[in-house]
Every structure is written in C-alpha cells, then in structure tokens.
C-alpha cells in the first residue's frame, strides 16, 4: 500500500483508493480496474454483471432483519480525467498514480490524482465489506467513460437496476446535497486547412502560453480562471499586422477541462521577428489587471522553433482559423434564475490541435435548461461555419431535473444533521452529473448526490480534503442504515 495512505481512515476506502491509483483507468481504458473489481467482489461471493458499454452491477443482499427495505444503489465512476503538467512524462494507460499528503489534504505528484471520482467507487467498495452497518438490500453500479461525455451512463442497460433510490458518490463539496445538475453538448472539428511551402524569408517561432490553474469546465468554470486556448487566440489575433502562417497548435486534451498550456508554431518574417516579440510581451504586461489569483503564474514564453517544419497555413488560412477561435464564446453565457448564484449555460474550449495542416477542435457546452444549451451549440456551430468549416453538434446528456419534494432527500437532511451537527446546502450543480441520463431510462428512481471536498478537478492540482472523506463514509453508511428502517 502507497504510505500517503497507510495511516489514513477509513482504512478499508483506502486500502480500495489505493488498487485505483495502481491500476491505471483513464477514460476508455477502464478494464484492468473492472477486472479487478470483479475478482475482488467475486472472492467475497457478491454477484457481478457487466453491461455492453461495460459498467459494472454489484449486489448484495440485505443485512439480516432488513431484507423487506428499499433497494439502494450506490453510483460512481471508475475513470479519471488524464492531465500532467507540461514537464512531466506520464503514461496514463500504463503508470500509477502516486499519491500524497500535503496539510491535510491529498493530491498526486504532478498529474491528476483521480478523485473524482475514486473516492466515490472506494466508498462504495468500503460500505460491502463493512459488517458494521446495517442496510437493505444494496445494489453498486460502477460506470465507464464518464469523463468523455458520459458515456457509460448514456448507454446504460435498461431492466438492469432494481433499486428504489440511487446515492451518486461524485459531487465535490462536503456539507451540500446535489439534487439537480446540467446537461451538456459537444462542438466539433475536424477539418484539412490549405498549406504551402515556407515563404521566403520567414522564420518560425514557438510561442508556449504556461502556469495556469486550469480546472474543472463545470464547477470552476465561474470562477474567472482564463483559458489558455482563449488567450492564444487572442495573442495571435494581436499579431494580425505581421500576417502570422500557423503552422502548429497544440492547446489541451479534454473538453470538459479548462486549458492551462497550449503551445503555437507560427512563421512571421525574418525582419519582423522583433517587433513581434515586443507585441507579445505588450500583450502579456496587459493581462496584469484582468487574471484571477489561481492565474497569476501566467507565463508567456517565446523561442525560435528549430524544427523542420518547411509548410505551413496558407495567409489567407491561417486568418480564417485565427479569427475564428478569437470569436469563440467561452466561459459563462448567463446565470439561472431558477438556482440563484448557479450558472445556468456555459461554454469551454477545451482541445484545439492543428498539425500537419489538419486542424481539430472540441467544446463543451453545459446548461440547467437543455434548450438553452442546444441554443448555445448551435449558434457557436453557426459561428464556426461562417468561417468555412463544418462543425459537428452532439447534444451528449440532457440535465437532471431538481425534485425539492423528494422523500430521499428529507430522509437525507435529517440523517446529514444528525451526523454532523448541520443541516446540508440543497445545490444543483453546474457540472454534468450522470443521474439524467440515468433517470431517463429508471425514471421511478429517485436520487442525490454527495461526496467530500475536492478541488481542483480535472488538473493536476487535484486534491481531496482527507477529514471530510471520513465524514463523507460515515454520512454513507448512517443514511443507508436510515432506509434500512
């Protein structure tokens, strides 16, 4: 066992969270922890079943006395959101996670640690194994590719659960109970732009935009924390009197993450070269005043690219790409009226590539409204075919709708109160939580979401406060033995 975790309580969610970080699971690549899961709930005789996406369904029986009481599902997802910072070589599909301590909270050593949502499928693993609590019968479903649209909810069996109520173990602020969340779509590219040779006399320079916070599209995405996608479209469009050949972009992995590094190649001519540096390091000196504390690192580096790279963009190409991502939206497009304080519809971009003349793109839109997301895709579709490209509209996960009456959720308030001394924060969650999708097809099943404290999802800052995922189990296993009753 990792010694960050050794020492840590409860020791049996950690003895789970730390087969998670030695088994690597990045989005699509979740079946050596499914493998293991299943050999692990198959020597203790629980029965297991997987679906054809490859989620994974758990049961087991009631505690004796219990067995007449509601069926309760625990819900988490076993993969994780694969970021490193720039400097670090990590093979997601193949390293482990290496966890530690640092004042009271755990994180990873320069990549994600896997959180979210590894706390929530340890704790659902805990609470089978653990004799002392008291609960009806009890079902754990174990989802895939959550963190790419999810997925593995989207194409969940139907017929499969038999639960009455659902506990999803993925919301990320100790203290409140999430009973509403939004959906999401996706804004695609994938298209050949015109290339030429070099022009004569020009040079190439890499222009590398660093030390962000990055973070979660979803729950962080009102903080202010800027993009670095956004902020080199904005710094090449600032170059526009040097006419710039794009020849590389190189801006993020994952569209639901806010972009903390992206690298651009550009070719501008020799006898320009400083006269561009200059406008690059104006451009950086007038961010001072605009980035939020996480930002401040912002770092804007410039060298000479020494690669071998002999083509690039056409003029009129590389204008056309530029001046499209600089007219992107991103960030919040309006706050609800229905959850005060809750973003209502927002917008990421989160990948943008260019290599070989072939240029990709991916954006995340969220909303509580799902007709105002299909609006938001839309128009930024729109935008992106102005410009001669034809973009690709997914409208992925509907949102899940709050039900303030639910008899869960009472139950739940009283046992949160009970257990630690206050009564919860009723939330609904601008990120995407699979309980729509899920609804959509048990839409009998009511259902909550909680969890500890984690920051800083979806970027190597991300940390989970170490005293609140003990709160969190015991939360867990009093607000089961409530059903049970």
């Not at 020492?7 to 499914?34: G, K, M, Y």
């Not at 067995?67 to 997601?92: C, G, N, R």
């Not at 966890?99 to 050593?109: E, F, H, S």
């Not at 959850?339 to 209502?344: D, L, Q, R």
């Amino acid at each position: 066992m990792n010694t960050a975790l050794e020492t840590l309580t409860p020791a049996p969610l950690w003895r789970h969270f730390d087969v998670l970080c030695n088994t690597p699971r990045p989005s699509w690549h979740e079946a050596a922890i499914q493998a293991r899961i299943v050999d692990w709930a198959e020597a203790r005789g629980l029965a297991c079943t997987q679906d054809a996406a490859g989620n994974l369904l758990i049961t087991q029986p009631a505690t004796a006395g219990h067995e007449a009481a509601p069926t309760v599902a625990l819900q988490a997802h076993v993969d994780m959101v694969a970021e490193a910072e720039p400097h670090v070589v990590h093979d997601f599909t193949r390293d482990a996670i290496r966890p530690r301590v640092v004042d009271g909270w755990l994180m990873a050593t320069d990549t994600t640690l896997g959180a979210d949502n590894g706390i929530g499928v340890a704790a659902a693993l805990a609470i089978l194994e653990d004799e002392t609590i008291e609960h009806g019968p009890l079902e754990v479903l174990l989802t895939v590719a959550e963190e790419v649209s999810l997925v593995g909810a989207a194409r969940l069996a139907p017929d499969w659960l038999s639960a009455d109520y659902l506990l999803n173990l993925d919301t990320e602020e100790a203290g409140d109970i999430c009973i509403g969340c939004a959906g999401g779509a996706n804004v695609s590219l994938d298209e050949r732009c015109d290339t030429a040779a070099l022009p004569d006399g020009h040079r190439l320079l890499a222009i590398e935009i660093s030390g962000l916070a990055g973070g979660h599209s979803g729950m962080d995405i009102h903080t202010g924390r800027t993009s670095a996608n956004v902020l080199m479209a904005r710094l090449l469009a600032s170059l526009s009197p040097h006419a710039p050949h794009l020849v590389v972009l190189d801006g993020g992995r994952m569209d639901n993450a806010i972009t903390r590094h992206t690298r651009a190649t550009i070719a501008v001519p020799g006898g320009d070269i400083e006269a561009v540096t200059d406008m690059i390091a104006r451009f950086r000196a007038s961010l001072d005043d605009t980035l939020v504390t996480e930002d401040q690192n912002l770092s804007i580096r410039i060298d000479t690219d020494t690669t071998t790279a002999t083509s690039a963009l056409t003029a009129t190409a590389s204008k056309t790409v530029i001046d499209m991502l600089a007219g992107l939206p991103y960030g919040v497009a309006a706050m609800s009226d229905q959850a005060p304080g809750t973003v209502e519809t927002s917008n990421n971009i989160g990948v943008v590539q260019l290599s070989d003349g072939q240029l990709t793109a991916q954006l995340m839109v969220r909303s509580l409204v799902d007709t105002e997301r299909d609006r938001l895709a839309e128009s930024i579709a729109r935008h992106l075919a102005a410009h001669g490209f034809s973009p690709g509209v997914a409208h992925g996960y509907p949102g899940w709708a709050p039900d303030a009456d639910s008899g869960l959720l009472a139950r739940f308030q009283a046992v949160h109160a009970e257990t630690t001394g206050a009564p919860p924060r009723v939330v609904v969650l601008h990120a995407g939580l699979e309980c729509g999708l899920i609804g959509a097809k048990y839409p009998a099943l009511e259902m909550i979401s909680f969890g500890p404290t984690i920051r800083g999802a979806h970027s190597p800052a991300e940390r989970v406060d170490i005293a609140s995922v003990e709160t969190f189990y015991r939360l867990l296993g009093n607000t089961l033995t409530a059903l049970a009753r």
